[in-house]
């Protein structure tokens, strides 16, 4: 079975500040891993997909993430946090049949 | 290309009604996946369709179906309406049924009083 852990349901960061979410997953079988971004009273838009073809995946809106199998994590980063990213992020692992486990999700929280 | 949508918007119900919600995937999908999300949480699998037929089913009692049908949109079910139905309902297509990215729609938020 696979599951997905976000750690901190709300993170906090000034404007120009790293943001870093964090996820960790659990998987019986090599995993696929996304991260979503969801905007207030929006549908979820893909950010990034790990399908095991590099470990670092850059994705849209200047966000990237690192697969690290020997922490099983996935975590989401970008160098500088704009206004515009503040929305609540969710990383997902692909299991049979393409069916996606989400995480609870992070409230990312840009400030001036 | 066209996206993912969904219709309606927004529904208010009412306890023990029945409900339907409306898909339709994206420019040469087939496969359409339903998923719910209850407010400040994840979203969770309900179903997948394949080819006009249900392929893959997570924890939700039967009172919840759906169709898909040969265009490869797909519709949502809820028979006898519960509080806790409330929900964000989130639909995604892709082409094929493995690993393949899911694109969301913007979903359909249910209110059940």
């Known amino acids: 079975a696979q599951s997905v852990t976000q750690l901190g349901s709300h993170v906090s960061v000034s404007e120009g500040a790293l943001v870093l979410l964090r996820c960790n997953y659990s998987s019986s079988v090599p995993p696929y891993l996304f991260w979503y971004v969801q905007y207030p009273n929006q549908g979820l838009q893909l950010l990034l997909k790990y399908t095991s073809a590099a470990t670092l995946v850059k994705g849209i809106n200047g966000f990237e993430a690192e697969f690290k199998k020997s922490e099983t994590s996935f975590h989401l980063t970008k160098p500088s946090a704009h206004m515009r990213d503040a929305a609540e992020y969710f990383c997902?692992?692909?299991?049979?049949?393409?069916?996606?486990?989400f995480g609870t999700g992070t409230r990312l929280q840009v400030t001036l | 290309e066209t996206g993912v949508t969904q219709s309606p918007t927004h529904l208010i119900k009412t306890r023990g009604q029945q409900v339907t919600l409306r898909c339709s995937s994206q420019?040469?999908?087939?496969?359409v996946s339903w998923y719910q999300q209850a407010l400040g949480q994840g979203p969770q699998f309900i179903f997948q369709?394949?080819?006009?037929?249900?392929?893959g089913r997570g924890n939700f009692p039967p009172r919840f179906s759906g169709l898909q049908f040969p265009n490869y949109s797909s519709e949502l079910n809820v028979n006898a309406l519960e509080l806790d139905d409330s929900a964000l309902y989130l639909c995604?297509?892709?082409?094929?049924?493995?690993?393949?990215?899911?694109?969301f729609g913007p979903g359909t938020r249910l209110l059940v009083l």
């Open positions: 420019s040469g999908h087939n496969t």
């Open positions: 997902a692992v692909s299991g049979p049949k393409g069916k996606l486990t």
């Open positions: 369709y394949y080819r006009e037929e249900e392929n």
């Open positions: 995604a297509s892709s082409l094929g049924t493995q690993q393949e990215t899911q694109y």
